[in-house]
């Protein structure tokens, strides 16, 4: 077949690959590699096929074509540091570590060498000495006087720290039999990774790989955005705070900031932990207090670009607080919406206002009486939190158990309990809506936080008490050109 790669679509119209990026980033992103908290409070692997650890490599799990003729498959982006795995990249760690540990051996004992050497040369004299007054003896033995033979024993005391300096240079040339060794044994290894890298260059190899993974991941997020057909098992990264509470990183695309926040109750709360990293939180250590000047109602707060997004106690009113400044920038109403439990989800806690991020930036979820209590959609002006454009989703709040967004759609669980699962979608680029099946392990059975973040592409959940991260799969199409 002639037909050039990049004009594959001409052979094949659509693609379709279902991406589950977050599976291998995820568990290194809380620094736990795969770790999960207990209910007993113990620590246990989480085994499974689908969401590999982080030791392994580039993965592709599934390609398979649809009754449409199109390829569908299932990829895990690889992490930056592949090439870090390579068995000979360790065995040239572990080459390298053993030339340090050999170089160190050696030059302490030159050092020791030379002080002893040293010593030597100023116990020569001394020692000549010694040999002439004996040979003096040996050949006039009436010579040798009661005060010569003192004399003697005081310079044979002189001369007998010589014996543990020979002594130390016996042990030195053991030693330095034994480094010979293993020089002879770098030698062979190193001889043996060269045979197997072969005439490449293998740093070459490894900046060309790191290459092609950075063009990969650049992809990825072009791809951008997409509709779920999955949620992961949980991954349980703290148990922590009472049975309600949200938790959260920045949802801005991109940040390079790595702080995490907690928020505890949903009632008249005011104190906002900040860790500064997601390794810190996990261990509840190098964390700072915020304390809000109004208290909050609910746990449906976000975290955008540095402020905190969340809903002032007994009001429909937004506020936003800025953590570095510790001002509050700006306050407004949410024109209509309920609030003081009119219209919470199902598991009430004064939920009436749920705030979220996604790809295409800040959601308010509420609803209304003119609605008759349907779920209503707001997206928000960050700068203003004007509303610059609404929906109504038709679906009665009070039977939803939480809500998220992904790529401009709304996804409502049917549950906050045991049981739940991803029921209804509302698309608001399209402005309709679907019935989903999309199941997930409610792991501590009273979820009362759902939020999705679009730089892990993860969801955060507060569930009894537990932080709890959930990786999602995304359905992309990819249209060839004709």
Sequence with gaps: MSVPMLKIGAVLSTMAMVTNWMSQTLPSLVGLNGTVISSEGTHERIVSGLYPGSEE??????????????????????????????????????????????????????????????????????????????????????TLTSKGLQELKGQMSQLRPLLSVVEQYRMDLQALATLRMELLNLSVILTAIQGETGAYDY????????????????????????????????????????????????????????????????????????????????????????????????TGHVVYNGSLYYNKHQSNILVQ??????????????????????FPYSWGGSSDIDLMADETGLWAVYTSIPNAGNIMVSRLDPHSLEMLQ???????????????????????????????????????????????????????????????????????????????LYNVTLFHVIRGDG
Excluded at 83 to 108: A, F, G, H, W
Excluded at 441 to 458: F, G, L, V
């Design 57 to 142: 490599g580039w993965q592709v799990y599934s390609t398979a074509s649809d009754p449409d003729g199109r390829c569908v498959c299932t990829v895990v982006a690889p992490a930056q540091n592949l090439c870090k795995r390579d068995p000979r990249i360790r065995q040239l760690r572990l080459l390298t570590e053993q030339v340090q540990n050999v170089s160190q051996s050696m030059e302490v004992a030159d050092l020791r060498t030379s002080r002893d050497l040293q010593y030597v040369r100023d116990s020569e004299p001394l020692l000549r000495g010694v040999d002439g007054r004996l040979h003096t003896y040996v050949a006039k033995p009436r």
């Design 203 to 298: 740093e070459e190899l490894q900046q060309r790989v790191i290459l092609l993974e950075t063009r990969l991941h650049s992809c990825m997020n072009k791809l951008g955005c997409g509709r779920l057909t999955a949620v992961s098992n949980p991954i349980t990264v703290r148990a922590s705070g009472s049975r309600f509470g949200s938790w959260m990183t920045d949802a801005m695309i991109p940040s390079s900031d790595s702080r995490v926040w907690s928020m505890d109750g949903y009632y008249k709360g005011r104190r906002v932990l900040e860790y500064r990293t997601m390794g810190d939180f996990t261990k509840g250590q190098n964390f700072v207090q915020h304390l809000l000047p109004h208290p909050w109602a609910g």
């Design 390 to 468: 609404s929906w109504d989703t038709g679906f009665p709040k009070r039977s939803a158990g939480e809500a998220f967004m992904i790529c401009g759609t709304l996804y409502v669980t049917n549950s906050h309990l045991a049981g739940a699962k991803v029921h209804f979608a509302y698309h608001t680029n399209s402005s309709t809506y679907e019935y989903t099946d999309i199941p997930f392990h409610n792991q501590y059975s009273h979820i009362s936080m759902m939020d999705y973040n679009p730089r892990e592409r993860a969801l955060y959940t507060w569930n009894n008490g537990h932080q709890v």
């Design 321 to 342: 607080y800025h953590f570095r400044s510790r001002t509050v920038l700006l306050q407004r109403s949410l024109s209509g919406a309920g609030y003081n439990n009119t």
